[in-house]
């Protein structure tokens, strides 16, 4: 099985930062992407940032300038660093990866964590 264990959300005020960061462990063979998608009260889970094993980064147009995203492949952890945080930026943030497990090699499978709340407020 594999895990996925977000950490590191919070509150901040606008125009803050934060770093939110994912482990992912379990039998882990390969992982092909990770990344980050979030969901505010009343709305559907939007799609937020991702990093390909290749280090290929994609940004959603809401983020663009202001969120980096970044891996330590060692660890196995993807980090979400949010600067210039906006109240529209409020939601419950989640860990998605791409990952291919020891028992199937071939097949790649998508994970999720089980989300981290993040508010923006003063």
């Known amino acids: 099985q594999v895990q996925l264990v977000e950490s590191g959300g919070g509150l901040v005020q606008p125009g803050g930062s934060l770093r939110v960061s994912c482990a992912a462990s379990?039998?882990?063979?390969?992982?092909?992407?990770m990344g980050w998608y979030r969901q505010a009260p009343g709305k559907q889970r939007e799609f937020v940032a991702t990093?390909?094993?290749?280090?290929?980064?994609i940004f959603a147009d809401s983020v663009k300038g202001r969120f980096t995203i970044f891996t330590d492949n060692a660890k196995k952890v993807v980090y979400l660093e949010m600067n210039s945080l906006k109240a529209e930026d409020t939601a419950v943030y989640y860990c998605?990866?791409?990952?291919?497990?020891?028992?199937?090699?071939?097949?790649?499978?998508?994970?999720w964590g089980q989300g981290t709340q993040v508010t923006v407020s003063s």
């Open positions: 998605n990866a791409a990952i291919t497990t020891t028992r199937a090699r071939n097949v790649v499978a998508s994970y």
């Open positions: 379990g039998s882990i063979f390969d992982i092909k992407s």
């Open positions: 990093i390909t094993s290749g280090g290929k980064t």
